[in-house]
């Protein structure tokens, strides 16, 4: 006898089929449309629990569409490639997923250096309160720092926090460089391949500027400023230096 709880579980999974089944027929037919060498690249997903219940749901109702068509090779393909790309769809509207396998464009080597900078102004900004004196710093972190950086009187202390500042300029000095010589790498294979792109691109046109001052506005701007007579004390030294320095 089926209980009222698998009875609801039943009719739960019946509708997430049809609602599958919705998807990838109407993403079949704009498949169709498209050939299959511009056809979107998919998204390689990883292996996982939600992945194989979405796939399995998937295949019972592409088996069901197969049931009540006869497709030629083609045709099928374009349908196995409908039900993958609604899968796709259907793990990266799921939570985090796709921010957490979502690739890096950043370098490795930059992340760390980036990473290393961090670590060092984190250490720089205790140190810094330590030699303020600042009884906000715990002593446990105190204790660590002062070990770590073998610190034994206030002269140590104060060369250590020159060398800190010292890495981090030196860090952020060969990030600068990283990133012209990534700018330059781009500019130039964007003029080997696309010059009319790249000289739009260098010669894009600038904001113009909005409720400029009108005549009269700017006049009576420079007018309070130069227009005006002012009286100097004509006694000063420096004024009769600087005149004898010009007549000279």
């Not at 500027?209 to 030294?237: H, L, T």
Request: net charge positive; hydrophobic share 30%; with cysteine.
């Amino acid at each position: 006898m089926i209980t009222t709880g698998e009875e609801t579980e039943t009719q739960q999974h019946r509708d997430q089929i049809n609602k599958l089944r919705e998807k990838i027929e109407s993403t079949y037919y704009q498949v169709t449309q498209i050939t299959m060498g511009n056809r979107p690249r998919l998204q390689k997903l990883q292996n996982m629990f939600k992945l194989k219940v979405i796939i399995k749901t998937a295949n019972e109702a592409t088996g069901e569409t197969l049931d009540e068509k006869d497709l030629n090779t083609t045709e099928l393909n374009h349908l196995i490639y409908a039900a993958a790309t609604v899968i796709m769809e259907e793990i990266n509207g799921m939570g985090q997923y796709r921010l957490q396998t979502q690739r890096s464009t950043t370098p490795p080597w930059v992340r760390r250096i980036q990473d290393s900078i961090n670590d060092i102004r984190k250490d720089l900004s205790a140190l810094v309160e330590i030699q303020r004196e600042n009884r906000k710093v715990m002593n446990i972190k105190r204790t660590r720092l002062l070990k770590k950086y073998n610190i034994e009187g206030k002269e140590s202390l104060d060369q250590l926090i020159e060398e800190l500042k010292q890495k981090v300029s030196a860090k952020m000095q060969q990030l600068s460089r990283y990133r012209k010589r990534r700018t330059q790498y781009y500019q130039n294979k964007l003029f080997r391949t696309d010059c009319k792109k790249f000289y739009n691109r260098l010669w894009q046109p600038k904001p113009n500027m909005k409720n400029a001052p009108g005549k009269e506005e700017v006049e009576n701007f420079w007018r309070e400023i130069y227009g005006i007579k002012v009286s100097c004390n004509e006694e000063v030294c420096w004024i009769k230096v600087q005149c004898q320095k010009t007549l000279a």
